[in-house]
């Protein structure tokens, strides 16, 4: 028996790019707010908002943008022009619209893989931008499943491996972040395979499993199959 039948791929900053629009709207929020307090008070304040609304709102742009609006009003003691809740209002849409840009080695290795293994979406975050993204990247026909959850943990990974899949334990997860993709997937008894990116929201950081037999770590998509041969040569 084959080892591994099924890979699960993140898509946010593991097949496309995400968190440096993040990063370019936050500069601009607190550019809209500088009359009122420093950049570093600011982006403090965020993201405090950011973690009390991660139960209320989930992951997404629509989520941040509100968790912007709650910030500015307290900054500014309620007192925050209504231009401002505009031009927040305008900065969150232009996230909703970005062009979506695929990192290197992404799309050769998805159809390298493709009908060798099953593939699947794993994503958290809103439903109609992650939709939006997979559409627009032109990667939606390599996948033989989507799925785009609300939370990533070890019972995400054991429900969607054993409906889609041969289970966990035959299947794989790859992804940036180890908090989400990595850590609770070896938890589920899948291989997990940490991708850094270059940009990591602070929310998303633990440390590696490095001790974890199922664990690897590549610096790029491009080396997912030699990962995957030394797994089936063992």
Known sequence: MRPITAIGFDADDTLWQNEQYYRLTEEHF???LGEFAEGAHIAERLLEAEKRNLSHYGFGIKGFTLSMIETAI????????????????DIGRDLLRHPVETLPHVEETLETLNGEYLLV???????????????????GDFFDAV??????????Y????????DGPERAMMVGNSLKSDIV?????????????????????????????????????????????QKIMDA
């Open 121 to 139: 979406l794993i994503t958290k975050g809103d439903l109609f931008d992650q939709e939006r993204k997979l559409a627009q990247s032109g990667l």
């Open 30 to 32: 607190a550019r809209l």
């Open 74 to 89: 307290e900054i500014t003691n309620g007192k925050v022009p209504t231009r401002t809740i505009s031009e927040i209002l």
């Open 184 to 228: 609770p997937a070896i938890a589920a008894g899948s291989y997990g395979v940490f991708v850094p990116h270059a940009l990591t929201w602070i929310l998303e950081h633990v440390d590696a499993p490095t001790t974890a037999p199922r664990f690897h770590q590549i610096e790029h998509l491009g080396e997912l199959p030699s990962i995957l």
């Open 147 to 156: 799925e785009i959850v609300s939370e990533k943990t070890a019972t995400t």
């Open 158 to 165: 054991r429900r969607i491996f054993s409906k889609v899949a």
